[in-house]
């Protein structure tokens, strides 16, 4: 067990207070909405709309927040606890405390090889790393950037099946504690911000790089082009602005790509094929004769659906809105967990995503049956910020304010977490709730 008395919550505070002596500063505000200020600052407007967008009117995403306001922490006095342990183990992957980082597509937006910064980030503090599927560097980069850290590989079903297979196989390759299958996105959410530039990064050849390094989808890619010529475009400045982002992107020479057919040919044939409208339980069902590797569903909301996945034989699911980037006015994350967590008992590995912006946030969502959580858009913000310190210090200051959360309301380790810390938030006067 690692156990330190200081904990990293007072270890961080120390860093941060003896640098102020010196007239440094953190890299990252330690506070979210700093931290959205400042990440807002340092993109682009496509790259914010993409990022910090929700689905619809953006209901989903204040949902989620609002879920959190509704519980209040309740901390308890004079109770000796000078020695708290946030480590843990979910489906056996240690941790040093019960947060991952969410698989988040496109991040290349906020930062040239943003993937393999992140992988650094993750390796530094020891954090757990679901590499994307719509990743901007292979997963393979990635793993080698990490070590020895644990790293999980998030799969979104293609309508190809060999190429569902192949990335099943090159996680399997890279020592991938688990398989998270992401559910929720078999067609992408109408989301206003990115339609209103006309703006997917996937047209631009951004965020495919694990379909690019892949030997079934190039070979998808070279039949596609063995049948028909690419099609023609408008010549526009616009045009020329996505050919060139395109070429920069695709494996291989600048001027070679230029050249070539393959990286426009990829990104259509990416276009086609990623993500499978007709995904069912029936496919999910096929996973067991696909990998030997822990498998998690990822995007349940609904009770009868989480009892299904476990009674398929899943090893864990997470209770996720995709960050209410998918369906406009959808259920919290953080509401369906309790439901989730009340349906299927203690025992089956839940975990949680969406909405988690600090410390005390993790806090509530692992007295309310998480056995951990999901961190996305914060460390996201981190690293438009400050490239791989800004990751670094978003996870420490989560964990701090988790370590410090714990230690002022007596919990000792994470399993001491409980509803027993958490009290009902009454509603602003003459608001009702359901």
């Not at 200081?6 to 890299?27: F, H, I, N, S, T």
């Not at 044939?269 to 696909?290: E, M, V």
Request: glycine residues 10%; neutral net charge; contains cysteine.
């Amino acid at each position: 067990m690692n156990v330190r008395k200081a904990g990293p919550g007072r270890e961080r505070q120390a860093v941060v207070y003896r640098d102020g002596v010196l007239g440094r500063r953190p890299a990252v505000p330690a506070d979210f909405a700093g931290l959205e200020r400042a990440a807002r600052r340092s993109s682009s407007a496509r790259a914010w709309a993409y990022v910090a967008g929700g689905a619809g009117e953006g209901r989903t995403m204040r949902n989620n927040r609002a879920a959190f306001d509704r519980w209040a922490i309740v901390p308890r006095m004079a109770h000796g606890v000078t020695e708290r342990d946030l480590t843990t183990d979910v489906l056996g992957t240690p941790m040093p405390a019960p947060v991952l980082l969410a698989p988040v597509g496109a991040g290349a937006l906020m930062g040239k090889d943003s993937d393999v910064k992140i992988a650094r980030a993750a390796a530094a503090t020891g954090t757990p790393y679901v590499f994307s599927n719509q990743g901007c560097n292979p997963m393979e980069e990635c793993a080698a950037a990490m070590g020895g850290t644990p790293r999980w590989m998030q799969l979104y079903w293609s309508t190809d099946d060999s190429v569902v297979d192949s990335l099943i196989n090159r996680a399997e390759a890279i020592g991938a504690g688990a398989l998270v299958v992401t559910l929720d996105t078999t067609s992408l959410g109408w989301r206003p911000q990115d339609l209103n530039l006309g703006s997917l990064p996937f047209t631009q050849g951004v965020g495919i790089a694990q379909y690019t390094s892949d030997a079934s989808f190039s070979r998808l890619v070279r039949e596609r082009l063995g049948e028909t010529a690419v099609g023609r475009t408008d010549v526009t400045l616009g045009a020329l602005r996505s050919l060139l982002s395109i070429t920069r992107n695709h494996p291989g020479g600048f001027l070679a790509n230029l050249r070539s057919p393959v990286p426009r040919a990829s990104v259509q044939t990416f276009l086609d094929t990623y993500s499978n409208p007709g995904l069912g339980w029936d496919h999910l069902a096929t996973l067991r004769d696909r990998t030997r590797l822990p498998v998690v569903l990822k995007g349940i909301l609904h009770p009868d659906d989480a009892r299904r996945a476990f009674e398929m034989g899943v090893d864990g699911i997470v209770v996720s809105n995709h960050g209410g980037r998918q369906i406009d006015n959808s259920v919290a994350s953080l509401d369906a967990l309790v439901r989730i967590r009340d349906e299927v008992g203690p025992d089956p590995t839940v975990l949680l995503d969406s909405g988690i912006r600090t410390g005390a946030d993790v806090f509530t969502a692992i007295a309310l049956g998480a056995d951990a959580v999901l961190l996305g858009r914060p460390y996201l913000y981190g690293l438009a910020i400050a490239g791989q310190r800004g990751v670094e210090e978003v996870i420490a200051n989560v964990v701090a304010e988790l370590d410090l959360t714990m230690a002022l309301t007596g919990a000792s380790s994470i399993a001491g977490v409980t509803r027993d810390f958490l009290a009902p938030q009454e509603p602003p006067h003459g608001i009702r709730t359901p």
